[in-house]
Structures are given as structure tokens and as C-alpha cells.
């Protein structure tokens, strides 16, 4: 089996995922193909040796719809023999697709591909793009789906996290985040967004907040309590986790992950097909691994899916110096960090997404790319990067410095 | 085919069929009703002389519905999909071709028109109804685990669209005229006398015979796909809130749910296809088939006093007594009075009997306020009331139930008292519920006419009377006893004499199995949620709590005192004891029980777990939901075998209508003919040696029951030992 490397990354920065926010008047596409543009620029990358375009998207409807992966290829100047594939793990989607994109070279089927994801939350809203799973009676009644924020509650219920332990984690996510931008850790990486007339956008994560503390905290309301107690939601829950008295609702819009715009691209590729362009390696994709898991509590599904690629690689948790986790929901990552018996100063050391925000498309690429450049800064060899997933999953991703 | 029909064609080509079941008070839809119509819609269509057709009835009612005989004989039969599917899809097929025969058909609703009976109604072009009280339309077959196969779900979706069609379907509501008028389910209400005339006139002006939804570019109201976000909010809350509120035990619900989600997406006959499909999955399910026995068959029998001993002479009781004006004594007072019976309430001082009318009072003025009742009602019922000290009063009753404490002493003397104002053939009634009737019998001098009958707290709202024979009730007493609980519109069921009668030691061996657990260390949560998820309205631990721990306790000790020195206390006395006794916890009434409660509700006391360490290992959800349902199960069979119930209809319209047991399972009978003899006896005894040897051994009955392929109800159905022993004493 071929080696996978990672040549490059780069990413938007994450901008307010409504109406007024900095990026909401780029169109998806032209917001991928700006994250494309720029690691081709940068590379000096003659895009006909790329075989593939991988895009993680998950509400693939409406201008994000068809296959825009192909679309944002091709609006980014791309050579048009570079086809485009689309792909929805949910909020794994980005980090799928960069296994998806390394499976392909790891499997000699390609020497060098871009993978990457897209999410305009501002223009196409979550959900938008329907589904069964909700909807159809005969779906939602044999699966007793919930939505995602009970699930977190029922999570943080089950394992017995108090309002305080998730906040503090809040809080100590925007320190991070604000620190790591503060001392430059993201400057690599991150690419500033350009309006039609090239003037910048946006160069900075939008929505940080330096000053959130557990006391600011405290004054939000819970999200998820209307829909959990009175639409029926917690007693749906409850039918699965049955030795839970009461669901309680501790998670809100400042301890979940925020909603943003954003977009990234990785260059990957064999070790020949980098020397042959003068591109230096940076890392190696040593193993991944998806999982699914039990749906109506739906976000345990990291720590199996970290199992898995590890096993995948032949390595223990204690093989592993540095972690990053989706802070889709703060019970996900104090679960993970209970589970894997990780320490949370080697996780998440620059913020996550509860700080930065989660385009959800996208996410996946993003924190591997924020893990690889910590990696290096570090000087610290093996990293894992892993999400949790919408109806019960998990990716998770290994990477190795060269 | 014996013709339902009566056919009459006028000059002006509008043919009038009228629905007259021969030697029948109402027209049911049996083989004769379904081929007659069959018969009379083709030749209408055919026939080019009939304009136009008026369908109408010539009962009272337009059609109640399904045959009764039919369905208790189908439900022995063994059915498959393919073979129901080939029944049932004819029919709404035959509906289909009244809606696109090419012929306007107007239907004249002169009385009630439920279940099938609106499905042909709907499939009409027109409807008008008569403006008669008694009116109801509605389609409400989820009540019985069904839903309307035969184009019911689909024509109120395209009538009325999801939002509205939805809590109709449902909740199997029943709609007065003017109600469905408003609703669009009927064009017009008109005096009954200008009813057939009002069908006639639509009829005669030239109506397009087409259905909205078979023209072109229809859409349903308030939308058809599921990607509209209206719609897709709208199936989203009614799956959860449905879920939770079935917790997934009824599938009716659902299946009506998936045939809006389904049949919106659909043309109507691809539509109707999937509705009759899932119709026959419903059928084929054993939730439908014990829900319609029990609550419609057997229910239906109990309140046609089918253990009325014969040749007895039907009493109608105008002026009872009650003795004890507490919470039961002043809700059976308030239940007799607006039956139209005459109450004296009796109880030791002026205020106390003053107080039990004073709650009727306070329940009949809520009715007023509600616009339930009126001011006028509410004096007269309340004027049948008198409440009193003085036991002359009962001269002149024909019925005096007692519902004192349940203290023996208490309860003999004012049984003395009463009988010696009672004249001769009056009925003595004990409201009991757990002390033998023989026994509290025994000191007085006519124990023939003494009984018991078990009231439920509310005794307004709870539709059931244990009604309990002791050795000496004789066949008057019965029959007398009878007649006052179906005055009263309850349902009777017959129990032989014997401590806890039927439902009291039912309920109690639920209960004694979920606090036994506590004691194992189960996570008093899981046995909570447990129970729930089977289907007990309540936990076993928030019911104990309810009752009173203290009581409990006090039951207890006196159980061991009249037990003598064979008696073996329950599982659970022991963990009761230990609450109330080290830790003065006795339930809701101090805040403190199982539960701690305040003013922000109830939560379980954490308390629990020191006194009870958790168990390492918690056993499965389906073993504690096993162990609770199989103790009930296990207990019912004894009470089969012991003699204390005479048929398995008591035990299963008991259970359901008085002590909470799962409607959907249709009783304890019926859930153990479900199971079949052979997984009943497996589970049992694998309960047996896991958990208790005693708790689930199972009587050698259910052993020779597998033996000879027996069951509790249908074509190899068991005679009950207390039957063969002779019911007609």
C-alpha cells in the first residue's frame, strides 16, 4: 500500500452563519473556490496533475446543491480535467472527504488529490436540505430519533455534567482560541476572504468572544428544554436510556458549537507525486476509521471511531501526543476525554469550534489541518483528529510528522 | 345475500337506496351489507335510467359500524397478509368506484355514522346530516388499535389536509353535525324532516361527480410534500409527541401517521393501496386484536350484565344509602345522584356527611362552570342528596354500600346499624378492597344479601366495579347488585370471594416486584421507567408512594396477624418497613417516599442508594419490564386456577378499566394467549430460577393448558375451573 502525505492546507476564516455576517454575501461556491484558488496559488500547483476533488457539504441543496464539489473546481480555475465528488458524512463531511481522498492515493488509484469541505450556513440554512430520518413516521418511530441538542442533554445527563462543567469548558474553548490567534498559531493556514473587489472580507474568526467566562455564561437560557420536555423529545429519549430519571437541559448557544460560513482545502498525494511538483511533505495520513453507534444519543461516536483508527493503525491512546475533537456540544468532548482517559491539555489547545464555529461541511478538514500545524509547532509526532456525527458516527483521522 | 337495500328509482332518475338490516335495531356492516352494496352501486352505474344516488338509512343510526359476531369469530381465525389483503382492498375499491363512478352520490346522515359508515359517507359527493343530538361522525378506529382501511385516512387528508386531519385521525374523534360542518366533513345540517329532500336538491342540480382530488393541479391543503417546512414541522412534532405519549406500544398511531406521510405523496389510488396495506399490518398485529376484544367485546358483555344470574327480576334502584362520606363515600354519592338514584350519606357527625356532599357540589359546579352542565342539573342532582347522621333514613333503600375505614370493627357496626334499617330483600355492599366478603359477612344476620362492590378512586372518573360474590351472596343480591352498577353506567366484573379479590392483589404483585427490586439495588430510575415503558401509567414506586407508605406498612403488619404462622410476608415488605419505620417516610403525604417532593416536583431520593447499595450490574430493561409483567401474569393464572375469577374477560376488563394494566396488551388473558402457553411457561421459569420460585410459579393449570393446546380465549378455549364447578348457583 502507497503512503498518503499532506503537502498543504488552508482555510477560510469562520464567519457569523447569518445574514449579517462577513461572509454571507460569498456564494458557496465562491467561497470553496477561494480555498481552492489559494492552495493552488500558494503551491504554485499546476492543477492538471490533481485526480480528484473531494468536498465535504452537508445541506447539498440550493446553490450548494448538484455536486459542487465539480462547480467550485471548475470556479476556481481549476484544469477541467480535475473532476469533483461530493460528499456528506454530516459533520464529519470534511474530514471524510480527506479520507476519501487519501484512500484513493493510499490505494495507487491517484498521486495527487485536493479534499477538502464547504458550508455556507448563512445562505443555506441547516436542514434545508430535508431527509427522512425526522420526517417519515415510519422512520423516526423505528429509529426514536431526537434531535441533536437533546441528545447532547441526554449525554451530559447520563454521565452526570452540570451546567458549571460544561460552561467552564465554553469558557476555556474562547481562551484558547483567543491565545492561539493572539500569538499567530492559525496564520499559516488561514487565508482571508476577499469581496468581488479583492478587499478582505474577513481575516479572523468571527465569531470569538475573549471575555466569555462561566459567569457570562450562566445568563443564557438552555436551548433544547421547549423541544425536549414539551414536543416529547426527552420521553422518546428516555425510552432508549432508561436509567436516566430526567433529561436535563444544560446546553445553550454559548456551549454548543456556533453556527458559521467557512471553507478549507488539503493538498494530498504520494511521495513521488509531491517530489515531482517540488512539494515538501508535511505529514502522513498513518490510518482512519468511521463508526456508527447507538443514534438516539447519537454523539458517542468518537471515542469507537478513535478505537478503530488506532487499530488501524497498531497504536494505544498512549501513542497519541495531541487531539482534537469536534466541539460540536461541551458534553461530547468532556465525554471523550472520560472515555479515551485523555487530559484536556493535550486536546483541543487551540479552542474548537464552541469558540470558532463549526461550517459543518467543512469542520472536518479544518481541525485536521489546525492539529497538523499544532503538530509541527509542537514538534510533537502523532496527533488524532475526530468528530462526532449526526444519527450515530464517528471519524477519526491519524496523523504522523514526517 | 340477504338485501340490506331498499331501492327506489323516482321519475326524475335519483335513486334512493335505504340501508334496513332486517330484524336489526341498527345496520351493521357484515358479508350481506358489503356484497349489497357492492351489488346496488354497480347496477346504479350501469343502469342508465339513474341519474343520480341518495344513500340513506332506515334506523336510527346510518350504520354502526363493524358486526360485532364477525369480529369476536375473526379473531380466532389465524390471518395472513396476502389472504386479508385480498378482503379488505375490495371494499375500498368499492368506495373508490361511488367517487369516480361518473355519478353524483349524495349521502343523507339521519343518525350516527362511525367508522365504516363515514368511510362510505366520505366517499359520497354530498353530505348533509340530520340536526339531531344523538348525531356523531368520526372515524375512531385507533381507539381499538386500528385505523380507517378504507379510504378514511386519505379523503380527510385531501379534505382537510395534514394539520387538521391529523388529531381527528388520531384521537378517533367524534364529531357532532354542526362541529363536522364547520370542519368541512358535511355540506349541510337540516332539520331531519328536510333531510332526504336536501340530498334530493343537490342531486337534481346537475353536481359535477368529481372529487377535488381527481381533477388537475390538485394539492392538499396546506401542503403535500415534505420538503415544505410547514409540513416537515408538522410530522416532526407529531412523531415525537406520538412516540412519547405510545412509548411505541400502540402501533395504530403510527401507522396512521405513515399513511398521511405516505398517501399526501401519493395519487389517491396508489394512496389508498398503501393505506389498506398498512390496515392489514394493524390487523395482523395482536395489539388490535386484545384491544377490540377487551375493550369492545368484553367490555360490551360485562355492561350487558352478562353474569346476571337469570330469572331474577331487573331491579331499578331509587334511593341507595352510602355510609361514609370520605373520599369514596362522596363520590359514589355523587355518581348514584346524577344517575338519577336517591342518596342518603351517612356518616358519624353532621360535618363529616355534610363534607361528602360538599364535594359533589364542588365536582358538579366545575361541570356548570365548564359549560359540561347547568345550574338547573346541578340542583336536582344535588337535591337527591341528603346527608345525615341518622340510619332511620335508609328506610325505604334498596341498595346500601359501605365505605368506611377498612377496619373490620368499624365495618361491623355500621353494618348492624344499617341492617336493622333495611327492609328485607335490600342489598348490603361493601366498597372493600381487600378484606373478604365472607368474613365481613359473618356478623350479620343476612349474609345472603351481603356483597361486595369495589369501587376506583375517582369514583367518578374510574369505569369499573369489582363486584365480589362471597360463600353466602345469593343469586338476588347478584342480580340486584348488577343492576346498580349498570345504572350507575359502569362496567361490572364478576369476582369469587378471597383476600385481595381480583385487582388488589393484580396490582399488588406489579408493585411488590418493582419495590423488591429497589431492594437488589436495581436503579430505582430503571424500574420506574420500566414500568412505564410496558405501558402502567405509573411506576411502581410513585404509586406506592401514592398510597401512603405508612398504609402499606399498616397492611402489612395486620396481613401477618391475620396470616397466623404460615405467613410469608412479600418481597417488598421489608423495604417499606425500612423507610417508614427508620426513615419516617410514608409518601407523597409527608413529600417524603420513594420520591422527595416539593414544590418543583418529584424527584427520587438519592437517599435510596445508601440504604440499597446499586448494583454493579443492572439488569436489562427487558428483564425488569419481564419481571413485572410476568408477577401479573403468574398472578392472574393463580386467580384463574384458584377459582376467584369465573372467565378471563373479568380478569382482562379488570385489569384494564380499573388497575392500570396495559390497554394495548388487552389484559393479562389476552397478553398470555399472545405470548402462547409454551414462551409463557419458558419465561416463567427461567423467572423463577433467576428471581423468585415462588413469585413466578406458574399453577399446573397453564401446564395442562400447553398440554392439551388450550388457551384463554378462541376456538380451544379453556372452561375456567370456577365455571366447572358451577357458576349458576
Redesign the interface.
Known amino acids: 500500500m502507497t503512503d498518503a502525505y499532506i503537502f498543504d492546507h488552508v482555510r477560510t476564516p469562520r464567519g457569523k452563519g447569518k445574514a449579517d455576517g462577513a461572509l454571507a454575501e460569498l456564494t458557496p461556491v465562491a467561497l470553496a473556490a477561494q480555498a481552492l484558488s489559494a492552495l493552488a496559488r500558494r503551491n504554485d500547483l499546476d492543477t492538471r496533475h490533481v485526480e480528484d476533488l473531494t468536498l465535504g457539504c452537508v445541506v447539498a441543496v440550493g446553490e450548494q446543491g448538484g455536486n459542487i464539489a465539480r462547480i467550485a473546481a471548475l470556479a476556481a480555475g481549476f484544469d477541467e480535467s480535475v473532476p469533483g465528488v461530493q460528499v456528506n458524512r454530516y459533520c464529519a463531511s470534511g474530514l471524510e472527504a480527506v479520507n476519501q481522498g487519501a484512500a484513493k492515493v493510499m490505494a495507487g488509484q491517484a498521486g495527487l488529490v485536493v479534499a477538502g469541505g464547504v458550508e455556507s450556513m448563512s445562505r443555506v440554512p441547516m436542514?434545508a436540505d430535508?431527509g427522512?430520518w425526522?420526517?417519515?413516521?415510519?422512520v423516526?418511530?423505528a429509529t426514536?430519533?431526537?434531535m441533536q441538542g437533546v441528545s447532547a442533554d441526554l449525554l451530559a445527563s447520563k454521565y452526570g455534567y452540570s451546567r458549571e462543567m460544561l460552561d467552564a469548558y465554553a469558557a476555556e474553548s474562547h481562551r484558547r482560541a483567543s491565545v492561539a490567534w493572539r500569538e499567530g498559531r492559525f496564520a499559516r493556514s488561514v487565508v482571508p476572504a476577499t469581496d468581488l473587489l479583492g478587499r478582505v472580507l474577513l481575516d479572523k474568526d468571527e465569531m470569538i468572544r475573549p471575555e466569555t467566562s462561566v459567569e457570562t455564561l450562566a445568563a443564557l437560557k438552555p436551548s433544547f428544554a421547549e423541544m425536549g420536555a414539551k414536543?416529547?423529545?426527552?420521553?422518546?429519549a428516555?425510552?432508549r436510556y432508561?436509567?436516566?430519571?430526567?433529561i436535563h437541559h444544560l446546553h445553550h448557544a454559548g456551549n454548543s458549537s456556533g453556527i458559521v460560513d467557512g471553507a478549507c482545502a488539503m493538498l494530498i498525494g504520494t511521495l513521488e507525486a509531491g517530489r515531482a511538483l517540488g512539494l515538501t511533505p508535511r505529514a502522513r495520513i498513518k490510518s482512519f476509521a468511521s463508526i456508527g453507534s447507538e443514534p438516539t444519543i447519537m454523539l458517542t461516536g468518537p471515542a469507537p471511531a478513535a478505537a478503530r483508527a488506532l487499530k488501524n493503525a497498531g497504536m494505544s491512546a498512549r501513542d497519541i501526543a495531541l487531539w482534537e475533537l469536534n466541539e460540536a456540544f461541551s458534553a461530547v468532548v468532556l465525554r471523550f476525554m472520560e472515555a479515551m482517559n485523555v487530559n484536556h491539555a493535550s486536546i483541543n489547545v487551540n479552542g474548537g469550534a464552541i469558540a470558532m464555529g463549526h461550517p459543518l461541511g467543512a469542520t472536518g478538514a479544518m481541525i485536521l489541518g489546525t492539529l497538523l500545524d499544532e503538530m509541527e509547532r509542537r514538534g510533537q509526532a502523532t496527533g488524532l483528529a475526530t468528530l462526532c456525527v449526526g444519527a450515530g458516527m464517528g471519524t477519526a483521522t491519524i496523523l504522523e510528522l514526517v | 345475500m340477504i338485501d340490506y337495500f331498499k331501492r327506489a328509482l323516482a321519475a326524475d332518475g335519483i335513486l334512493t337506496l335505504t340501508i334496513d338490516q332486517p330484524d336489526a335495531q341498527a345496520n351493521v356492516m357484515d358479508r350481506h351489507f358489503i356484497d349489497g352494496l357492492e351489488h346496488h352501486v354497480n347496477a346504479a352505474l350501469a343502469d342508465d335510467a339513474v341519474k343520480g344516488v341518495l344513500l340513506t338509512s332506515a334506523k336510527s343510526s346510518f350504520v354502526a359500524g363493524a358486526d360485532l359476531k364477525t369480529l369476536e369469530a375473526s379473531l380466532a381465525e389465524p390471518k395472513d397478509a396476502a389472504t386479508l389483503y385480498a378482503e379488505c382492498r375490495p371494499f375500498s375499491a368499492l368506495l373508490r368506484r361511488i367517487e369516480t363512478g361518473g355519478k353524483p352520490f349524495a349521502c343523507a346522515l339521519n343518525g350516527a355514522a362511525l367508522g365504516g359508515g363515514f368511510e362510505i359517507a366520505l366517499a359520497c359527493h354530498y353530505r348533509c346530516a340530520a340536526d339531531v343530538r344523538s348525531l356523531r361522525v368520526g372515524l375512531p378506529e385507533v381507539g381499538v388499535g386500528l385505523l380507517p382501511g378504507a379510504g378514511g385516512t386519505q379523503r380527510l387528508l385531501r379534505m382537510l389536509g395534514v394539520a387538521r386531519a391529523l388529531p381527528l385521525l388520531l384521537q378517533g374523534s367524534q364529531l357532532k353535525a354542526q362541529a363536522a360542518l364547520e370542519m368541512g366533513l358535511v355540506d349541510a345540517v337540516v332539520p331531519a324532516e328536510d333531510l332526504l329532500e336536501t340530498a334530493r336538491a343537490w342531486l337534481l342540480g346537475s353536481p359535477d361527480p368529481t372529487k377535488a382530488w381527481d381533477r388537475k393541479g390538485f394539492r392538499v391543503p396546506g401542503g403535500q410534500s415534505p420538503l415544505e417546512p410547514a409540513i416537515a414541522q408538522l410530522f416532526l412534532g407529531s412523531n415525537a409527541a406520538t412516540g412519547a405519549g405510545t412509548l411505541y406500544n400502540l402501533p395504530a398511531p403510527q401507522a396512521i401517521l405513515s399513511c398521511l406521510y405516505e398517501g399526501m405523496q401519493l395519487p389517491m389510488d396508489k394512496a389508498l393501496d398503501i393505506e389498506c396495506k398498512y390496515f392489514v399490518k394493524l390487523n395482523l398485529d395482536p395489539v388490535a386484536g386484545n384491544m377490540i376484544r377487551t375493550l369492545f367485546i368484553n367490555k360490551g358483555k360485562a355492561d350487558r350484565l352478562m353474569h346476571r344470574p337469570q330469572g331474577v327480576e331487573r331491579r331499578v334502584h331509587r334511593k341507595v344509602g352510602v355510609l361514609g362520606a370520605g373520599l369514596m363515600g362522596a363520590g359514589l354519592a355523587l355518581v348514584a345522584a346524577e344517575a338519577g338514584v336517591d342518596v342518603v350519606l351517612i356518616d358519624r357527625d353532621q360535618a363529616a356527611a355534610d363534607k361528602g356532599k360538599d364535594y359533589a357540589r364542588s365536582r358538579l359546579a366545575r361541570d356548570v362552570e365548564k359549560g359540561r352542565s347547568t345550574q338547573e342539573k346541578m340542583d336536582a342532582t344535588l337535591a337527591r342528596i341528603v346527608s345525615a347522621t341518622d340510619y332511620a333514613l335508609l328506610d325505604g333503600a334498596s341498595l346500601v354500600v359501605e365505605a368506611v375505614f377498612e377496619d373490620r370493627a368499624v365495618k361491623a357496626e355500621v353494618f348492624a346499624r344499617a341492617e336493622a334499617a333495611l327492609a328485607p330483600g335490600a342489598v348490603l355492599a361493601s366498597n372493600t378492597s381487600a378484606l373478604p366478603i365472607t368474613g365481613l359477612a359473618s356478623t350479620l344476620a343476612r349474609k345472603d344479601a351481603f356483597i361486595g362492590l369495589h369501587f376506583f378512586s375517582p369514583v367518578e372518573r374510574m369505569p369499573l366495579v369489582e363486584v365480589i360474590r362471597g360463600d353466602d351472596t345469593s343469586d338476588e343480591a347478584l342480580a340486584h347488585a348488577l343492576d346498580f352498577v349498570a345504572q350507575l353506567g359502569k362496567t361490572p366484573v364478576l369476582v369469587n370471594d378471597s383476600p385481595g379479590f381480583f385487582t388488589s392483589r393484580f396490582i399488588g404483585a406489579f408493585i411488590n416486584e418493582g419495590v423488591a427490586m429497589v431492594a437488589e439495588g436495581v436503579a430505582p430510575a430503571l424500574i420506574e421507567q420500566a414500568a412505564r415503558l410496558v405501558g402502567y401509567p405509573v411506576g411502581p414506586l410513585a404509586i406506592s408512594d401514592e398510597v401512603g407508605l405508612d398504609l402499606a406498612y399498616k397492611g402489612a403488619l395486620q396481613r401477618a396477624r391475620d396470616g397466623g404462622p404460615g405467613y410469608k410476608p412479600g418481597a417488598s415488605v421489608p423495604v417499606i418497613s425500612e423507610l417508614v419505620v427508620r426513615h419516617g417516610r410514608h409518601g407523597r403525604k409527608n413529600g417524603q417516599g420513594f420520591y422527595d417532593y416539593d414544590a418543583a416536583g418529584k424527584r427520587l431520593w438519592p437517599g435510596l442508594a445508601d440504604i440499597w447499595p446499586r448494583a454493579e450490574n443492572q439488569p436489562s430493561l427487558e428483564e425488569v419490564k419481564a419481571r413485572m409483567l410476568y408477577a401479573q401474569l403468574v398472578d392472574a393464572a393463580r386467580c384463574m386456577a384458584d377459582g376467584v375469577l369465573l372467565d378471563a374477560a373479568d380478569g382482562d376488563v379488570g385489569a384494564c378499566l380499573g388497575v392500570g394494566f396495559p390497554a394495548y396488551l388487552g389484559g393479562p388473558f389476552a397478553a398470555m394467549d399472545t405470548l402462547g402457553m409454551p414462551r409463557l411457561i419458558e419465561r416463567s421459569e427461567q423467572l423463577a430460577r433467576d428471581v423468585s420460585a415462588e413469585r413466578y410459579a406458574l399453577p399446573e393449570l397453564v401446564y395442562q393448558m400447553a398440554r392439551s393446546g388450550q388457551s384463554f380465549y378462541g376456538k380451544r378455549a379453556l372452561t375456567p375451573p370456577a365455571r366447572r364447578k358451577g357458576e349458576a348457583r
Do not use: H
Open positions: 436542514g430535508g427522512s425526522a420526517i417519515d413516521p415510519a423516526a418511530f426514536r430519533f431526537v414536543a416529547g423529545f426527552d420521553t422518546v428516555l425510552t432508561p436509567e436516566v430519571e430526567k
